[in-house]
């Protein structure tokens, strides 16, 4: 892998890791806001969730990259440190090979979470597991990564990117079989979040290339193979989760106006910014209110929270917290 696709994939994996499946509901008069992410000072981070708010550590991990929550059960998912897991109501289960789990989603009662492994060659293998038991995604001889996970009429999709040389590849693949995303000519994508509604395929990413001398990121969205740019205005976006509620697609991250960080959401391609936000990780819609997470900056400080249509609610923890997902029951 030559440097410049070591800039690339990390700067996908940073938005990976905080990108996870979003819920929509409609029925949340009084709805719970579950957040799930790490805190403490690296390397001795810990993996842990919010409820409302309130904290809750979850034992023997590092990092919580999803979440969901299904008939009262909570499930995260995630990586120790060495190896990548999941929790059921705080429970930990180590997933076989795993280095880490990007999203989780559950599923007629089974458990499916998203990620990869190294194979013996120590190439990076997109894979999914279903209750812990590992099944590999195709990607020839490249580098995989599967970052995103949903499951909708008995068929399983995941989606992430592949390397393919010197370029970063978008793509999904359904029940195994894999669709390459067209992305910038002479340039990397991915895609960090995905989603089925009405028998349609959505995924969201980001588009990485080069705008003079600066790397350039954009983000966007695919419905099907159709591909919708999310522009910042003067500078860089970024997309790291995506929900689709009653046929409108929305999409939280941020974008840079010169070179300040604006978190932000767009439904349907127009923006919405979240005041003092620097980065907007997770969104979800429930009740006709629109739910995100991310950091605001407080004096020099990032910290950790979510708003509730634009309202901003604090954390606890929050100003030494990274926030990751969030799912509305």
């Not at 030559?2 to 938005?15: C, E, M, Q, R, T």
């Not at 003079?212 to 969205?221: F, I, L, M, S, T």
């Not at 989760?241 to 046929?247: A, I």
Request: neutral net charge; hydrophobic residues 35%.
């Amino acid at each position: 892998m030559n440097s410049k696709i070591i800039i690339v994939v990390a700067a996908i994996l940073a938005a990976a890791a905080d990108s996870a499946i979003s819920q929509s509901k409609d029925n949340s008069a009084s709805a719970k806001v579950y957040i799930s992410g790490y805190y403490g000072d690296y390397p001795n981070v810990k993996a842990c969730y919010w409820i409302n708010g309130a904290f809750r550590e979850l034992s023997g991990g590092k990092q919580a990259s999803a979440i969901a929550v299904t008939e009262g059960k909570i499930y995260a998912a995630g990586n120790d440190g060495q190896k990548a897991c999941y929790w059921v109501n705080g429970v930990k289960k180590d997933l076989s090979d795993g280095i880490n789990a990007y999203a989780v989603a559950v599923s007629d009662g089974k458990v499916y979470a998203a990620g990869y492994y190294f194979d013996d060659d120590y190439i990076s293998r997109a894979c999914y597991w279903v209750d812990g038991k590992r099944t590999d995604l195709p990607g020839g001889d490249f580098h995989t990564y599967a970052l995103a996970i949903a499951v909708s009429g008995g068929k399983v999709y995941v989606a992430g990117y592949l390397n393919s040389g010197d370029y970063g590849v978008a793509c999904y693949w359904v029940d195994g079989k894999k669709t390459n995303l067209v992305g910038r000519k002479d340039g990397s994508s991915a895609v960090v979040s995905i989603a089925v509604s009405d028998g349609k395929v959505y995924a969201a990413g980001n588009l990485y290339n080069k705008k003079g001398d600066d790397n350039y990121n954009a983000a966007c969205y695919w419905i099907d193979d159709k591909r919708t740019d999310l522009p910042g205005e003067r500078g860089n976006s970024c997309a790291y989760d995506m929900v689709v509620s009653n046929g409108k697609v929305y999409v939280a991250g941020y974008y840079e106006d010169g070179k300040t960080a604006k978190a932000c959401y767009w439904v349907n391609g127009k923006k919405t910014e979240f005041p003092g936000g620097t980065n907007a990780y997770a969104i979800a819609v429930s009740g006709g209110k629109v739910y995100a997470a991310g950091l605001y900056k407080d004096g020099k400080t990032n910290k950790a929270c979510y708003w509730v249509n634009g309202v901003r609610s604090d954390i606890s923890n929050g100003d030494n917290a990274v926030v990751n997902a969030m799912a509305i029951e």
